[in-house]
């Protein structure tokens, strides 16, 4: 079964709003990372945050992490058209038991102008 | 940072046939490769693992004799669809990895398979 879900399945939001996409995850995780998709495209790994990190910043990227609650968080800030993607959580491999990253389902982002 | 390329980056064969997709890791050496199917609006699901000189490990459900994987250089891992069929449409990308489990892995663009 896959190690990460994320919510909503889709959201559609307007330029200049901000965005906010959930992940859970089931086992304890060394770290957990996020990555992102265009239509038909391969991934761009966007950002990898530590077990014992709580939050993490890159650009209009915010990462949170809880370990208590298995689950973690980005939040796209001022979101623009060029934003309209797949995002997936994936956990490494260790404590999963995989021998590889393990992607959630993904989380598609529509930003209209 | 390092780099994947896949080859081709779309291809579209009649039923019955085989494809060929190549995987390579261009400016360091992949001691494991990894080969991804993802469906329409699905989510990455792993075929196969593969380490160079050794039988790829396939994950429940793949068929080896239908998807073929040749990891023969540190550089190189081939994905041959084999006899191939509508249903094997879909967006393969691979993956690979310099190292054990803690070495980042890095992505190609994907190859997206049209079987007609």
């Known amino acids: 079964s896959q190690q990460g879900e994320e919510d909503p399945q889709a959201l559609s939001i307007q330029e200049g709003e901000n965005a906010t996409m959930n992940c859970s995850y089931k086992?304890?995780?060394?770290?957990l990372q996020w990555y992102r998709q265009n239509s038909g495209r391969g991934l761009v790994h966007l950002i990898l945050i530590r077990s014992n990190e709580r939050e993490k910043h890159s650009g209009r990227l915010r990462v949170t992490l809880d370990t208590s609650k298995k689950s973690s968080s980005l939040l796209i800030t001022a979101s623009r058209a060029a934003d309209t993607a797949s995002y997936f959580c994936a956990t490494p491999p260790g404590d999963s038991g995989y021998s590889t990253l393990t992607f959630g389902k993904g989380t598609m982002l529509l930003v209209s102008p | 940072g390092a780099v994947v390329s896949q080859h081709p980056s779309r291809v579209i064969c009649k039923s019955g046939t085989s494809v060929k997709i190549e995987c390579r890791s261009l400016?360091?050496?992949?001691?494991?490769m990894f080969w991804y199917r993802q469906f329409p609006k699905q989510s990455l699901m792993l075929m196969a693992t593969s380490n160079e000189g050794s039988k790829a490990t396939y994950e429940q459900g793949v068929e080896k004799d239908k998807f073929l994987i040749n990891h023969a250089s540190l550089t190189l891992s081939t994905l041959t669809v084999t006899s191939a069929h509508p249903e094997d449409s879909s967006f393969y990308i691979c993956s690979a990895r310099e190292g054990g489990p803690t070495y980042e892995q890095y992505f190609g663009p994907g190859t997206r398979l049209t079987v007609t």
């Open positions: 086992t304890s995780i060394n770290n």
């Open positions: 400016d360091f050496q992949a001691t494991t």
